[in-house]
T-cell receptor, first 114, second 115 residues
Framework: DAGVTQSPTHLIKTRGQQVTLRCSPK?????VSWYQQALGQGPQFIFQ???????QRGNFPDRFSGHQFPNYSSELNVNALLLGDSALYLC?????????????FGEGSRLTVL | AQSVTQLDSHVSVSEGTPVLLRCNYS??????LFWYVQHPNKGLQLLLK??????LVKGINGFEAEFKKSETSFHLTKPSAHMSDAAEYFC?????????????FGTGTKLQVIP
């Protein structure tokens, strides 16, 4: 049973560039949430996708956008990168009907913006 | 309103001694509560969860937590620390104010285990 997989694991970008991060949820899960975790901080909620729509959004600017595909996989896009966007980006999957809030996390994509 | 407070940012214990990581929460609804562990440069792994069943919850690796509604607490304990327990621990509260699940993470407690 494959867990949550994320790619790439590490990447380096420069200010102003754009980045796309990818996530495949745990088998059977239909909901994907994205979190940003800056160094030494707890994860901060970016947004959640269910049924290919953004259902909830945290306090992040429009530079952060996403997509969910029919197979439930998801992408996180960040435009016009800033130095402060350097962080570990975590994808978490869940089952909407289960409704307990339990999340299954991937290993993350570490983004460094120079 | 939903919030979670981890009372200690760092905890240091000697190997073989008990571990106590403290967490207080606030929720206007019937919450679910979780503890996750994160080892360096890794994702988060679920340690244990409370979802309105037994108030004393047992998790993996010998950890357990007790849900105390009167104290709005969900402290994480382990009788005897092991070197491999050194990691960061996050307390998480989840409730459903309307339609969709809302999840909030605490700021984390870094556990150091001294040989």
């Amino acid at each position: 049973d494959a867990g949550v997989t994320q790619s790439p694991t590490h990447l380096i970008k420069t200010r102003g560039q754009q980045v796309t991060l990818r996530c495949s949820p745990k088998s059977g899960h239909d909901t994907v949430s994205w979190y940003q975790q800056a160094l030494g901080q707890g994860p901060q909620f970016i947004f959640q996708y269910y049924e290919e729509e953004e259902r909830q959004r945290g306090n992040f600017p429009d530079r952060f956008s996403g997509h969910q595909f029919p197979n439930y996989s998801s992408e996180l896009n960040v435009n016009a990168l800033l130095l402060g966007d350097s962080a570990l980006y975590l994808c978490a999957s869940s089952l909407q009907d289960r409704n307990t809030g339990e999340l299954f996390f991937g290993e993350g994509s570490r983004l460094t913006v120079l | 309103a939903q919030s979670v407070t981890q009372l200690d940012s760092h905890v240091s214990v000697s190997e073989g001694t008990p571990v106590l990581l403290r967490c207080n929460y606030s929720s206007s609804y019937s919450p679910s509560l979780f503890w996750y562990v994160q080892h360096p440069n890794k994702g988060l792994q679920l340690l244990l969860k409370y979802t309105s069943a037994a108030t004393l919850v047992k998790g993996i690796n010998g950890f357990e937590a007790e849900f105390k509604k009167s104290e709005t607490s969900f402290h994480l304990t382990k009788p005897s620390a092991h070197m491999s327990d050194a990691a960061e621990y996050f307390c998480v509260v989840s409730d459903q104010p309307g339609g969709y699940q809302k999840v909030t993470f605490g700021t984390g407690t870094k556990l150091q285990v001294i040989p």
